[in-house]
């Protein structure tokens, strides 16, 4: 099901040129990266997959915080590491992804934190884009001792 936005709140844009071996840049040319497929070894280029997953972590951090104030819980100190992972499927395309989100917040167990991620990924703008599309993993990982 698709959902419709009913108000926008932020719109940017990027341009790419030359594929996984050009260039991308923002609209406000805060970003300008160089491109190298995930496999060449090119110390300045970045790659899509990288892209996605510095977003969705970021993205989903935020969408943590929120759920988790609701609760009086600060996650300011909060790791997101969000891993994707490119590969071929059986589907026409021939190529997918798959995405795991590894979570610990300091002074919360895996146990206190498994309710809020699942809470973060049901307003997460980035989950919902995702979700029914690739395989999503969400880790909570005891913060307890983290400390």
Request: glycine share 8%; aromatic share 4%; proline share 6%.
């Amino acid at each position: 099901m698709t959902v419709q936005l009913t108000r926008t709140l932020y719109t940017t844009s990027a341009h790419a040129s030359g594929g996984r071996t050009g260039t991308v840049s923002t609209d406000d040319g805060r970003l300008n990266l160089e491109l190298a497929p995930p496999r060449k070894k090119t110390p300045t280029a970045t790659n899509p997959e990288q892209l996605f997953a510095a977003g969705y972590a970021a993205c989903f951090t935020s969408a943590l915080a929120e759920v988790a104030g609701e609760f009086g819980i600060d996650t300011a100190a909060a790791q997101v590491t969000c891993e994707v992972r490119l590969g071929t499927t059986d589907t026409p395309a021939g190529y997918g992804l798959a995405v795991t989100l590894t979570v610990a917040v300091p002074a919360l167990t895996a146990t206190e934190l498994e309710p809020l991620l699942h809470r973060a990924d049901a307003t997460c703008p980035y989950s919902q884009a995702v979700r029914g599309n690739i395989p999503l993993t969400l880790v909570a990982v005891d913060g307890t001792t983290a400390q």
